[in-house]
């Protein structure tokens, strides 16, 4: 009961004395303590969530120290060089290219950023799976690139460790994992008991256990050392595992082990002895004995073990013999756990890979000892692993976290080799995969559907469909980049012979059977799963063999592969019972058996020097492996035709991802390379006319003018002969294999790409075959992607039109590209999308137009090819063959008679191959003797197989067979006569039809048979025409002879003549004067005769003929009996003339009808419009403004019952409000020492002001001394469009009812406008036009200052009239109330008693200032560039003002308190005001003077005399200036302000003192000084400010620009009401111009005190308003100080200003944590106007269910936000109750953005960008240019 005891007493006391009984020599009694004390501690009956023990553990393994303490000094001893830095998914680390060796090298942040990577080729990435960082790791990256820290190898200088500092550890760990793995025992139950909630239970019960160890393994190297001996040692496990014989609760705890051992279907060895117990069968006829069955591996080959297979298995098909029968069998049969480690990840498969028991078993990889263990011990549960993971529900995650732990372990190549050799890793890799695969086999329908023998994977199986072989796949590739483990792949066949018959099971995978009738009513979408099994289970291992099979001494290897291919080829071709004809209308994309033995083929050649010929089996066996792959070319052909529609558009799918750029060179390259290497070994022949009885158009190539096709529809057979015929083009000359060395392979890549399109960097990376150039790691010797880029392209850096889309950096050819490179056939081989060819053919006529090569429509440009590799040289003689050549003259005959279905694209390939025929000759001559015999043979077209002599063979006669109908007919004759009619001498056409068929048939039995030796293939199409009429060949086709009388030149001439339209378009002589360089570039004439120039060059005898048959050229002669195409060719010109004139009319008709359309509905240029949104010119005009709508399209006025309104956007902005003094914008903080302070900006400096005025003086006349509207103010803008508001409500109405998805609510009255589209929410009514008094309204007057004062205070008398109800008031009200909906409640309600009529009358005059405030600084913050701005044809003020004021009106201002009179006039009595309220009236000098002006304008009738206008601004221009004054007074020291007021006084009775500044100084300061306190205030701070003296020169300048604000709003408000031009001036000349133009002063003097015109004694007025300063008693000096120092100035608003390297933001932001929720968000985003840190989605921060981005922009921008999410890189805007993405500001190195970070390239900001967005920001047009934008409901 000693433990007992123990257990009360101070944990950290009794550790201390345990501590110190062990370290005594004779420790026997602290031993039996401490195991007494764990007994009791660790006692695993208790439950886990019991913390009392972790913390006891805690304590004693401290011994007696705090545990922070140790932790320290344990650190102290870290001996680690590795940093091992373990991570989970979605964290953000780094991978260097450069510095990597193994391609999964990942840094973690700090390693890589105190490493030295610059000018490397590296990125950022977010974590898929989690990882670990492997810097200091020399097996996987080089020293070059470690970090600071670990380059030290900081090992060697650290100081042994203490023995007692871990001896507690020793004792007290074993106990503590023990404890843990008897919880996992007890915890654990088969999952079809359980729910995984069950399991999940018990995970979270251990985490803070598991926790603690990982905080163990973070100590260091020394306490990593101390946990592998405890985790490896086998003899402490056997003690402590089984529990003591007297402990019951252990003994129960083991069994549960074994039984889950038992259950995994994984027996340990000494039960097996026992009687060889099968269990866990259901694990399905797996391959053999895999997991302890007796599988089909065994020689009891039809053991019940098939009856158990669900049903899978196909009936007793005969299964490959695995090889475990050779292996040693207990590789994966057994489990037996020998220590602690092997159980512990025994329990983490169990429980399918818990993150935490992850990363610490991760964690513990820097220990060299542990890494190797636990590499064994992992291979050796794999075969448990890839089991328990087929059965997981939760696949997905624990892939990731298996690859997580894998590729930790395989990418070392030391480790790779060392698990291989020792614990045949490979072997147990091969063999799962194959365990796998066979759980989701089905018959393969492919040829014969009934008696197929071929089993495939079944694709739309979940193992497949969710890519479940992903991890495993994924390892297999990784170990097999190691070449001492390839080395051991490629050397032991067995393996090899087991990994064919892996690959059969993709050979044939989802095949397609081509839909006649129905329209398949079921698309299914395995296709994609199919096509990434192959990619990633077939090729991507076969690249990665293929890496070491490059040099000489390897050749061994590549013969054997090329030998397994061929015998597992042969199997699957009696599998499937293939006889000679692949079986119609099927299709598969799947043939890795194919493309396995095309590469090694193609390897073998190119970099072994190997013989192809001793690679390649009979002809019998060719003749097989063409047919699969060239039934492909032709399917992609059908389904381009629309031949597979009833399929679905999967099928278009398929085509498409057969030819993507991630799947060329593992499908269709290696297909067509296949099919070239069969031609260049079968017979020639026999090989192009399977092709065209592939693609189905035989019965096409006739020369009679009709025929019948079996198989096609008529509209299918042309775009099937051009895919006949491009396949053949693209067959003969392509060089991929044949040749071309990589450097030539990526520039023809990377051409094809650019011509298509411009790309990016990124774009083309992605769109270039990764194979034979990997990006990543540069091969040596071979070109860079880079170097190659630059040497092709050119980069066109992106341009930014505001209001344009944000465009890329992009890469263009250069110009010798086009002339020399492009390509169309690699680019015809490399589209995906048939458009991209035509795109590629605009952009080539494009070049060609420009550089005036060639003007019209050009054809495809024909290019030499790199030279064929000897052992290729057969290949040639497919264009040197009788057959091929038969189809040509066919073709070219049948294009020159106009047959139909004939087409530019045929005759351009026919060109095409007669071309290369001409280039590619073949080079022994013996061939062209054999046929001679058959020269005069009547059934011999032409007399050899050279296309150079077949060129000017004439034929005569041809004999074809027709339906009767044609017109060639011209007797009944019976199909018998077919053979015997030979009258003509010369061949049958029509038994060459057939021949393309029977020579086939005949040459494939000749091969077959070895009947006769090669020489005697013969032609001999007659005697086999009558063997093979096609069955169900209707009867009324008869025989006809044709006279041609052409050979293949005289066709050639004759269609140059037919493309030129004339009939002698070449002279006899026009060989002798051609010039060959203008041949390159041209359309079809051209072409012809580029090939005609050829031909003569190599034969003096086509020279001759050409010249001969030039000579006697004469217009087409048609067949004799053939009147109708007679006529057809006469007429065919005439024709061409009239479609033409036809086709001109009516355009001409279209023009006018649409001119006179736009003319009624839109009025667009007519000049009325141009008045009419001119709205200020508008005045002008004698008559009523016209108005046109723009839904009904009539013209008129606006009246009081159908009034016109503009279409306008209504928003509320804070932009102004956002000014700061500063014209340098805020920089962004990116580190904890930087802040941003807002208080100096525009809108908090007015809410002050207010507030302060607010205590001390009365409301009413507070809320008239300034404007609000800085923030929140409503901004008013309109596109000029009008229309009547009748209209507008029915528009609304449809709108309403319309159920497209608009990006805008109709709710909430918004709409487009119906003409230009733009973005609106409301209508501003025009008020009708009054055009009479205008003349009298706008006179020049002479009338005095003082009569006008008076005119302007009677009109403010007039109350205003109430306007009588009419739909135009209706209209007006409605307008205000949507005016006052568009801004927040905050910003309308300033004083003390809400929604008073002071606080409306406040609101509307501020929303006059606000937009006028918007229009100055859209006008660059001045009138300088003067002129009606374009922003004046679209500006709206002038009806806005009316609307304003015929609301305003409705308020008159008491004429007490009407501040014009204190403006004009010296109030008589003092006393009166004694009765006042307790609050006095603002000061006039505290006022804020454009808003007297606005309200002074407002509130008077309208329309408002000029002359009245102007007069108001002289009185105010005297108020401004005399603050002006005070304000400048203020800044001065006592010396000076004494000396000023001096100086002035004595000028104070000069004729002219009322305007001259220094009097009026004077005169101020003496004022002011009488009550002392104004100037008292911070005299020592006005002396430090003002160390220059001031000048007279100075002050009138400080004056100038006090008074500037003021005279350019009064400027521009004159401008909107009046129309008057506002004329452009210097910067220095501002102010004279505008006050010239105000009527201030007549001439440009510029004297600011010049323009002032006192209407009474200037010094008694000075005098009276500086009383009201001096007299104010409650306000202190300061504040009286702030209220006189207004200062009117504010510069443009600005966005932050960014750093130039997004990393900066990054590194700060992604990790900073949320000020408000204190966590780090998921998706941090910062305001680019404020710079807040904001979580975007956040719920964390959610308020009333709103999130923070969208709050923050209501709070910050009054609903328009612009954040810059940092995870993403770019930039959203919030505006209202919709978002959009706008796109980044930062682009990478090429000119690109990287959205979400995906590529993880150095970013930098790209001020262009930026500048646009402040742009959109600063004049309201996000809504207008950005086109995407949808509701955010609140969420963001």
């Known amino acids: 009961m000693m433990a007992a005891s123990l257990l009360r007493r101070d944990k950290k006391a009794t550790a201390a004395r345990l501590m110190a009984d062990l370290n005594r020599t004779d420790n026997s009694s602290g031993v039996r303590q401490l195991q007494e004390l764990l007994d009791a501690v660790l006692n695993p009956e208790k439950p886990a969530a019991d913390t009392e023990a972790l913390e006891w553990c805690k304590c004693l393994v401290a011994g007696g120290d705090g545990f922070e303490e140790f932790r320290a000094t344990v650190r102290s001893y870290d001996n680690a060089t590795l940093c091992g830095l373990v991570w989970t998914a979605n964290f953000v680390a780094y991978r260097c290219r450069t510095c990597g060796i193994s391609p999964c090298m990942s840094l973690c942040a700090e390693c890589f950023n105190n490493g030295d990577h610059t000018g490397h080729d590296f990125n950022m990435f977010r974590s898929q799976a989690g990882g670990a960082c492997d810097c200091g790791d020399g097996n996987v990256m080089r020293e070059s690139g470690f970090c600071r820290r670990h380059r030290l190898r900081t090992g060697e200088n650290v100081p042994s460790i203490p023995r007692d500092l871990l001896m507690m550890s020793e004792m007290v760990l074993p106990r503590f994992i023990l404890c843990i793995i008897q919880y996992l025992r007890d915890g654990y139950v088969e999952p079809d008991t359980s729910t995984e909630r069950d399991l999940q239970k018990v995970l979270q019960q251990l985490e ?100 158990q297979d669900g049903g ?66 992992f291979v050796q549960h794999y075969a448990f692993i890839m089991k328990t993971l087929m059965k997981s529900h939760e696949s997905d995650t624990m892939s990731n976290r298996i690859v997580h732990i894998s590729v930790q372990l395989f990418s070392n190549e030391e480790l790779a080799r060392h698990v291989t050799e020792e614990c045949q890793l490979l072997d147990i890799m091969v063999t799962v995969l194959l365990y796998m695969m066979e759980s989701c086999l089905i018959k393969s329908e492919l040829q014969d559907e009934e008696n197929s023998r071929h089993v495939v994977v079944n694709c739309s199986e979940a193992l497949l469909k969710n890519n479940t072989y992903w991890p495993l796949v994924s390892d297999f590739i990784n170990i097999l980049s190691h070449q001492s483990v390839a080395k051991k792949f490629l050397e032991d066949h067995s393996l090899l012979m087991l990994w064919m018959s892996f690959v059969s099971f993709f050979q044939g995978m989802n095949l397609n059977k081509r839909e006649l009738n129905e329209h398949v009513e079921f698309e299914s979408q395995t296709y994609y799963a199919a096509f990434a099994a192959e990619l990633e289970a077939c090729a991507q291992p076969m690249w990665g063999l293929l890496t070491h099979c490059k040099v000489k001494e390897t050749q061994e290897y590549t013969k054997t592969v090329v030998r397994y291919c061929l015998e597992t080829l042969q199997i699957w071709f009696d599998a499937i019972g293939f006889v000679d004809e692949p079986a119609p209308n099927q299709v598969t994309f799947h043939l890795p058996l194919h493309r396995y033995y095309a590469m090694f083929l193609s390897k073998a050649v190119k970099c072994q020097g190997l013989d192809l010929d001793s690679l390649l089996p009979d002809q019998e066996m060719l003749m097989k492996i063409m047919v699969h792959p060239l039934q492909i070319q032709a399917c992609l052909s059908e389904i381009h035709s629309n031949m597979w529609v009833r399929n679905g558009l999967q099928i278009k799918g398929q085509a498409m991802t057969y030819v993507q750029s991630h799947f060329c060179n593992s499908m269709i390259d290696p297909d067509i390379y296949l099919l070239q290497v069969c031609a260049s070994r079968l017979d020639p022949d026999y090989f192009i006319s399977s092709v065209f009885e592939r693609f189905k158009v035989v019965d096409l190539l006739t020369m009679a003018s009709q025929h019948q096709n079996a198989v096609l529809d008529s509209e299918q057979e042309r775009p099937m002969l051009e895919g006949a015929l491009t396949f053949l083009v693209i067959l003969t000359s392509l060089r991929i294999h044949l040749g071309m060395t990589d450097d030539e392979i990526l520039r023809a890549e990377m051409v094809s790409q650019l011509c298509m399109n411009d790309r990016t960097h990124s774009a083309l990376l992605d769109l270039i075959p990764e194979n034979p150039n990997p990006k990543s790691g540069i091969v040596p010797g071979s070109c860079s992607f880079e170097d190659m880029l630059s040497a092709v392209a050119d980069f066109k850096a992106p341009v930014f039109e505001p209001g344009g889309s944000m465009q890329q950096g992009m890469y263009t050819p250069k110009a010798e590209v086009w002339e020399k490179e492009f390509d169309p056939i690699m680019v015809v081989l490399r589209t995906v999308y048939r458009r991209d060819v035509q795109s590629a053919m605009d952009r080539y006529s494009a070049f060609l ?10 054809w495809p440009p024909y290019k030499e090819r790199t030279p064929l590799h000897p052992c290729y040289k057969g290949l040639i003689r497919l264009l040197h063959c009788k057959t091929l050549h038969i189809v040509i003259f066919t073709l070219l005959y049948k294009i020159w008679m106009d047959h139909p279905n004939m087409s530019e694209h045929v005759l351009c390939m026919v060109l095409y191959l007669i071309e290369l025929g001409l280039d590619n000759q073949v080079q022994d001559n013996k061939e062209d003797e054999e046929p001679c015999i058959e020269e005069h043979c009547h059934d011999s077209w032409f007399p050899g197989t050279n296309l150079l002599s077949n060129l000017h063979h004439v034929i005569n006669f041809v004999r074809v067979r027709v339906p009767e109908t044609a017109p060639e007919v011209k007797r009944e004759a019976p199909p018998s006569t077919s053979t015997e009619a030979s009258s003509y001498g010369q061949n049958l056409r029509e038994a060459q039809v057939f021949s393309l068929v029977a020579e086939r048939r005949r040459k494939f039995q000749e091969i077959i048979n070895r ?9 001999r199409p007659k005697s086999s025409s009558t063997r093979w009429v096609p069955p169900g060949t209707p009867p009324q086709l008869v025989t006809e002879i044709l006279e041609i009388r052409e050979s293949m030149l005289s066709l050639l001439i004759k269609l140059h003549q037919k493309l030129s339209s004339k009939h002698n378009s070449l002279s006899a002589s026009w060989l002798e004067d051609m010039d060959t360089s203008r041949h390159a570039h041209g359309d079809g004439i051209t072409a012809i005769e580029r090939i005609l120039t050829k031909a003569a060059t190599r034969s003096c005898q086509i020279k001759r003929s050409i010249q001969d048959i030039c000579g006697k050229v004469c217009p087409p002669v048609p067949p004799k009996k053939n009147s109708p195409t007679d006529k057809k060719a006469m007429d065919k010109e005439e024709r061409r003339l009239r479609a033409r004139e036809r086709q001109q009319k009516l355009l001409a008709e279209f023009a006018s009808r649409q001119k006179s359309f736009m003319e009624t509905a839109m009025d667009v240029e007519s000049p009325d419009t141009e008045a009419a949104m001119d709205l200020g010119a508008s005045e002008m005009m004698e008559s009523e403004v016209l108005y046109d709508c723009v839904i009904c399209g009539q013209s008129g006025p606006s009246t009081e019952d159908r009034p016109t309104g503009l279409v306008v956007l209504l928003q509320a902005s804070s932009v102004l409000g956002h000014r700061s003094k500063n014209k340098e914008p805020k920089n962004l903080p990116t580190s904890d020492e930087e802040h941003i302070y807002p208080a100096d900006t525009c809108g908090v400096a007015h809410d002050v002001r207010l507030t302060l005025m607010q205590q001390f003086f009365k409301d009413s006349s507070c809320l008239q001394s300034v404007s609000i509207g800085w923030d929140g103010g409503v901004y008013v803008q309109t596109c000029g469009h009008t229309l009547h508001i009748d209209c507008h409500k029915s528009y609304m109405e449809s709108l309403r009812n319309d159920q497209v998805l608009q990006g805008f609510s109709v709710d909430k009255g918004e709409f487009t406008c119906p003409l230009c589209r733009q973005f609106a929410n409301s209508v501003l009514p025009c008020r009708p036009g009054r055009g009479t008094e205008a003349g009298a309204w706008h006179t020049h007057t002479n009338k005095k200052a003082c009569l006008l004062v008076k005119e302007v205070e009677d009109l403010q008398e007039k109350l205003g009239l109430f306007p009588t109800e009419s739909n135009l008031s209706k209209e007006m009200e409605l307008v205000i109330k949507d005016i006052k909906n568009t801004t927040q409640k905050k910003y309308m309600d300033y004083g003390k008693n809400p929604g008073s009529p002071d606080n409306d009358f406040l609101f509307m005059y501020s929303v006059a200032r606000t937009n006028l405030e918007l229009e100055l600084v859209h006008r660059g913050g001045n009138l300088c560039s003067g002129g009606a701005s374009a922003a004046a044809k679209r500006s709206c003020l002038n009806q806005l003002f009316h609307v304003l004021a015929m609301h305003m009106r409705l308020y008159s201002i008491d004429s007490a308190y009407n501040p014009w009179t204190k403006l004009t006039q010296v109030a008589q009595n003092k006393e009166a005001d004694g009765f006042d309220e307790e609050r006095p009236e603002v000061p006039m000098l505290f006022r804020d003077v454009p808003s007297l002006l606005i309200i002074f304008v407002l509130t008077m009738p309208q329309p408002l005399r000029k002359e009245h206008f102007t007069c108001v601004v002289r009185m105010l221009y005297n108020l401004q200036f005399t603050q002006a004054l005070t304000a400048l007074s203020t800044r001065f020291s006592s010396e000076e302000r004494q000396a000023w007021s001096n100086s002035g006084a004595l000028k104070k009775n000069a004729a002219n003192s009322e305007k001259s500044f220094e009097t009026l100084l004077s005169h101020v300061i003496s004022e002011l000084s009488q009550d002392k306190s104004v100037y008292k205030v911070n005299i020592e701070e006005t002396t430090m400010l003002s160390s220059s003296v001031w000048s007279p020169q100075s002050i009138e300048f400080s004056l100038q620009q006090f008074c500037l604000p003021f005279l350019r709003l009064s400027c521009l408000l004159q401008h909107h009401l009046y129309g008057d031009n506002l004329t452009g001036c210097l910067a220095e000349e501002e102010f004279s111009s505008l006050a010239v133009c105000l009527g201030l002063q007549p001439s440009n003097t510029v004297h ?54 997004y990393n900066i933001i990054f590194q700060y932001y992604h990790r900073k944590a949320c000020t408000a929720c204190k ?38 921008g009054a609903a328009t936000g612009i954040f810059l999410l940092i995870n993403a890189s770019v930039i959203i805007i919030i505006r209202g109750h919709r978002f959009c993405l706008w796109g980044s500001v930062y682009l990478d190195a090429h000119g690109e953005e990287d959205r979400d970070l995906r590529r993880g390239k150095p970013l930098f900001l790209c001020e262009e960008r930026y500048r646009v967005l402040e742009q959109q920001w600063v004049s309201h047009t996000f809504d207008h240019i950005n086109k995407r934008w949808g509701p955010h409901y609140n969420g963001l």
């Not at 299964?319 to 994966?332: A, E, F, N, Q």
């Not at 009276?1664 to 009286?1680: F, K, N, P, R, Y």
Request: hydrophobic content about 35%.
């Open 1011 to 1019: 009947s006769s030796t090669e020489a005697a293939q013969v032609v």
């Open 1719 to 1756: 966590k780090v968000p998921k998706d941090p985003a910062l305001c680019l106007v404020c710079g807040a840190f904001v979580c975007l989605k956040g719920v964390c921060c959610k308020q009333q269910g709103i999130c923070e981005c969208v709050l923050h922009s209501q709070h910050c």
């Open 1648 to 1701: 600011s005190a010049s323009c002032l015109e006192w209407p009474v004694g200037a010094f008694d007025l000075v005098t009276q308003w500086c009383a009201e300063v001096t007299g104010l008693s409650q306000l202190h000096a300061e504040q009286s100080l702030t209220l006189l120092v207004q200062d009117p100035q504010w510069a443009a608003p600005r966005l932050l200003q960014l750093p130039d390297n």
């Open 208 to 307: 803070p256990q598991i926790s603690f160890l990982e905080e163990l393994t973070k100590m260091g190297g020394a306490m990593r050392t101390v946990l592998t001996k405890i985790l490896t040692n086998q003899q402490t496990f056997k003690e402590l595992s089984m529990g003591q014989e007297e402990n019951l609760y252990a003994k129960k705890n083991y069994d549960k082990y074994l039984s889950a051992l038992k259950n995994s279907g994984l027996v340990s060895v000494d039960e097996k002895a026992q009687g060889d117990v099968t269990v866990g069968a259901e694990g399905g006829a797996g391959a053999m004995a895999l997991l302890g069955t007796t599988g089909p591996g065994s020689p009891d080959e039809s053991s019940k073990e098939d009856d």
């Open 312 to 377: 899978q298995s196909v009936g007793q098909r005969k299964r490959v013999k695995l090889s475990s029968s050779t292996k040693d069998p207990c590789i994966i049969e057994s489990l037996k756990h020998k220590c602690f480690l092997e159980e512990l990840l025994f329990w983490t498969i169990k429980y399918e890979f818990p993150q935490k028991m992850v990363t610490f078993l991760l964690n513990m990889l820097p220990d060299q000892d542990y890494k190797i263990t636990f590499t064994k011990t």
């Open 849 to 858: 137009k420009q550089f005036g090569i060639h003007t019209g429509n050009p």
